[in-house]
């Protein structure tokens, strides 16, 4: 069997290159597609080289790549993955549009839909001050364009995988399509609780994040500044930093970009992990967790399936209603009120249950399934009886797919 893995584009190491890392793992003689391949650190790659699109030669490709999202869903189908017998797509913008035949199986794992195309796009508009005048209506018509395209691709993917359940319902709601859940792996082997030889538990939150618009970390800063007793450590830096500094009162300390070493004590020794995004998965909840220390998260989202709050067994965290200060402040309090609850063992075991090896073996027997599935449709098709010839549906996939539903 001939395997390809299609992703969108490899300028990092983030979110969705650990999911393609672990998918390679499960399929270590694959070929590796993308429409471009700026990527210095190249061991996730596990050595394979990249096949790329012609964006990669365009001017300035390496750092205005996105400037190229017109050409993106025309360059994603000029890759030839003709002579594959299973084509995986990483999806977040354009991966799931590559072409396949009939007799190719196409599974396509969506970390999301183009988000700045479908529901996202009026908040996209406004962050990127694009609202009015003319550059506000070419990048209107660029999106319905990137819509119109998404939509007419949608039944080129055999079978979905959401990274969520939340990202599910988005599947369901734009493409019309059932998606079975495989949460994305954490590296929970790296996240681990505190030692004795690190000290006990220190008196204040914190936040790790990329500080960009839709994480609300500056909320997040304003928030306690409206709580002078409760001390917050930011670490992370991005385009918001400096209105991550405005916002902050003396007791919230803004430490930038630490090493992971460094990093990863603040998130042991915090009393709480806070998370003010509306994210699809949200990884950095699950790591905090997986060092022992328990959240306190805006209900929406991924979180809600990653964090077991307060009114259940073994609570692991707590959510807040809305994305303002008086939200947060009020759910600090009840944290403080109820910090008994959250022990560190809750938490970790938690986190435990999306553990890279779970997400291998989970992708794994997804995928044999629908193989299966794909036999079974190929024997009714040339005139087959008996079980083989009654292919399952998409959703009958879901218990291969270890699906977790928080």
Known sequence: MKVAVVHDWLVAYAGAERVLEQILRCYPDADVFSLIDFAEERAFLQGRPVTTSFIQRLPFARTRYRGYLPLMPLAIEQLDVSGYDLVISSSHAVAKGVLTGPDQLHVSYVHTPIRYAWDLQHQYLRESNLQYGLRSV??????????????????????????????ARRIRKIYGRHASVIHPPVDVESFVPAGPEDGPRQDYYVTVSRLVPYKRVPLIAAAFAAMPGRRLVIVGGGPELDKVRQAAGPNVQVMGHLPFAAMRRCMQQARAFVFAAEEDFGISV?????????????????????????????????????????SIVDAVERFERNAALFRPEFCRLNAEQFSAEHFREALLGFVARAQAMAAGGRYAAEGGEGEGARPLRDDQLDGFAGRRDG
């Open 286 to 326: 699950v790591e905090a967790q997986a060092c022992g220390t328990p959240v306190i998260a805006y209900g929406r989202g991924g979180a809600l399936e990653t964090v077991r709050d307060e009114r259940g067994a073994m609570p692991t965290g707590l959510f807040f209603a809305a994305q303002s200060v008086p």
């Open 138 to 167: 070419l990048a209107r018509v660029l999106l319905h364009y990137i819509r119109t395209w998404d939509a007419r691709t949608r039944d080129g993917v055999d079978h979905y995988i959401a990274n969520s359940a939340f990202v």
